[in-house]
């Protein structure tokens, strides 16, 4: 039966499960290896589906990919709740900082669309599974990008050399990530380690910059307690869940344990979420902060800084 589903112009034919409403779920040896993404889960996959509509109506049974689709989906429908908060609730009257926390939001919310659909259909065929793979890299990137970029704006609001500085950075990595994300190797299961150090460095470039603003202006002119304290939840959750993700913990320790439930992907799945919203919060609260006009010459200014010192 492997042997069968490798071959590629079997795993084409329809008198297999391709167009089988009745599938029936499969263990790792019964599918081809495109169709693999980590070598600790072992059964309640399911076995190649070459429709769309049988792909989507997996979503109502139990398999490997059940908990990414349901944690993204729900991840989803919450970031277009919180889309149409921040554009009926705005927290200040600058259209520019508007439209760097929309375009947060609708980059999360596309992130997780991309995601769902990732994990809907990558048992279709090789060719959408890859092309599939890729618009969920692009989401995450795009996220990356434009969740960071109101960060670094805020952080150095009134520092415009250094706020250009880090946000131009940012955008060039982004797009050098792009590129490389767009080569076959990226989406490899042996490179998913690279995979998550490129992401990581991504997400480095954000908290580099965030404590370089607290040591350099300080805590109530980069940003308040509230908003800081924030920031170190994002950055902690996030972290914690691309290390998850990266170490396939915990079903490397436990094989064909967490098929269903708890994989290190669904985890990641859920602290992605969980960090976006906490994300969201800290960029409101940023802006919110950030409501008065910078002094004259930044904060870099002399007048401004022996403001601050008087007691
Ligand atoms: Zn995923």
Redesign the pocket.
């Known amino acids: 039966m492997a042997e069968l589903l490798k071959d590629p112009e079997h795993v084409k034919s329809q008198e297999y499960f391709g167009l089988d409403r009745n599938w029936a779920l499969v263990g790792i040896d019964d599918v081809p290896d495109w169709m693999i993404s980590s070598r600790y889960l072992l059964g309640s996959m399911r076995p190649p589906l070459e429709s769309f509509k049988l792909c989507y109506s997996s979503w109502f049974r139990l398999h490997t990919e059940t908990g ?1 689709i349901w944690s ?1 989906f729900l991840g989803f429908i919450g970031f277009i709740v919180l889309f149409f908060v921040a554009i009926f609730n705005p927290l200040s009257i600058s259209i520019l900082e508007n439209i760097l926390i929309c375009l947060s939001v609708a980059s999360a919310t596309l992130c997780f669309a991309f ?1 769902f659909h ?2 809907t259909v990558r048992c279709h065929s090789p060719k959408i599974a890859k092309h599939s793979e890729k618009l ?1 890299y692009t989401g995450i990137l795009f996220y990356a990008l434009f969740g960071f970029l109101p960060i670094i704006f805020f952080s150095f609001r009134c520092d415009s050399t250094t706020q250009s500085a880090y946000m131009i950075t940012l955008c060039v990595v982004s797009v050098g990530i792009l590129t490389m994300s767009r080569f076959k190797a990226f989406g490899r299961t042996e490179y998913r380690p690279c995979r998550a150090v490129a992401f990581m460095s991504l997400g480095l470039l954000t908290i580099f910059p965030t404590f370089h603003a607290y040591f350099k202006h300080g805590i109530d002119v980069a940003f308040n307690e509230e908003a800081f304290s924030l920031l170190c939840i994002f950055f902690s959750s996030g972290t914690t869940g691309v290390l998850i993700y990266a170490t396939e913990v915990p079903e490397r320790f436990f094989p064909g344990k967490f098929d269903i439930f708890f994989h290190s ?1 669904q985890i ?2 859920i602290f992605a979420v969980g960090a976006g919203a906490v994300h969201f919060l800290a960029i409101r609260e940023l802006q919110s902060f950030h409501s008065d006009p910078c002094p004259v010459g930044g904060w870099a200014s002399e007048n401004f800084t022996l403001t601050n010192s008087l007691p």
């Open positions: 990414n993204h995601s990732f994990h969920d992907h990641f799945h």
